[in-house]
């Protein structure tokens, strides 16, 4: 059994906001979210073009949901704290 690597990610859209999400593959997923693969979030269809601007590994789903919900709990200075530190 191959271990999967998860990630918890952080994309700025092109209105100012921010998104949170969970996933395995980020090329793909940024790929969706920006409209170029089917499977996008609808949030982000509308704030296109989104842009990648942090992101986490994560050794397991269930850690990097826990790890997202704990972010989205963060106000917006925190969220822009994690990736100004990168």
């Known amino acids: 059994m191959t271990a999967t690597n998860w990630y918890v990610y952080l994309l700025c859209c092109a209105d100012g906001t921010l998104y949170t999400g969970v996933t395995t593959d980020l090329v793909r997923r940024i790929r969706q979210h920006n409209g170029e693969l089917s499977g996008g979030a609808k949030y982000t269809a509308y704030r296109r073009p989104v842009m ?4 986490e ?5 269930s850690e990097a949901q826990q790890r997202e919900a704990a972010i989205k709990t963060l106000n917006r200075t925190q969220k822009e704290a994690l990736y100004a530190d990168h």
Not at 57 to 61: E, G
């Open 52 to 55: 990648l601007c942090w992101c």
């Open 57 to 61: 590994p994560a050794a397991s789903r």
